[in-house]
């Protein structure tokens, strides 16, 4: 079963659980998948709306932030909520020590020494962490062997 099937099939369930929070996640992941596909003319695979489901949920953690800052507990607690429904559907997410080892094998690899070549080091790196770590980690990982 595809993703974009697995996602129908969860929102009828949902609708019928009257889950809403899992419907209404599920139906924004739907209509982000569905945005994608008419601009571009393309019917998006598995990794496609992984992509578009990493996307998403890096919103959520941005916006988690944000509604700290503001105060609302509320917010917070919807968006984690989110957050979870989400990561049921990505790929195990990496630990930072596998992250780690990822990172070191491409400083390896690619001869990077330097922070001069983080631009270099995300672009090497990040195709191998597709949807199982956030750019962000990543970033702070390479800062953290680099220093």
Known sequence: MSLKEKLMEDLKTSMKNKDILRKNTITMVRAAI????VDKRIDLDDE??????GKQL???RNSIEEFQ?????????????EIAILLEYLP????EE???????????QGGYTSMKDM???MKDVMP????????????????????
């Open 34 to 37: 569905k945005q994608e596909e």
């Open 48 to 53: 496609g709306i992984i992509q578009i489901m």
């Open 58 to 60: 890096k919103e959520k």
């Open 69 to 81: 800052k503001g105060n609302r507990q509320d917010l917070v607690d919807q968006a984690e909520a």
């Open 92 to 95: 195990k997410q990496l630990t």
């Open 98 to 108: 596998e992250l780690t080892e990822i990172v070191k094998e491409v400083l390896d």
């Open 119 to 121: 631009g270099k080091i």
């Open 128 to 147: 191998k962490v597709q949807g199982k770590a956030d750019g962000n980690m990543v970033n702070q990982v390479v800062r953290k062997i680099l220093a």
